[in-house]
């Protein structure tokens, strides 16, 4: 009987401490998620900024592109002018 109360005391303690540590790994875990969350939304927010970013520079390449446009026209004009100028 002794033996019997042995093991069942040992077999107690063990399930005792293993579910502590247990715990105390949950608890970690958590507390990691609760981290990765608060990295997801700062990443998040980082994300709508940077398109937020990336739609201002598409705007402003448009600008330029439509700046080119004109100056080549204008380019086209003076060269014109030029030849009139220059070779009547």
Do not use: G, H, Q
Not at 46 to 54: F, Q, Y
Request: charged share 15%; proline share 1%.
């Amino acid at each position: 009987m002794t033996t019997i109360k042995a093991i069942t005391i040992r077999f107690t303690t063990l399930w005792f401490f293993n579910s502590v540590i247990l715990n105390k790994v949950a608890v970690i875990l958590k507390e990691v998620a609760v981290i990765l969350n608060e990295a997801a939304v700062i990443l998040n927010e980082a994300a709508v900024i940077l398109n937020e970013a990336a739609v201002i520079l598409n705007e402003a390449a448009v600008i330029l592109n439509e700046a080119a446009v004109i100056l080549n026209e204008a380019a086209v004009i003076l060269n014109e002018v030029k030849d009139l100028v220059f070779d009547p």
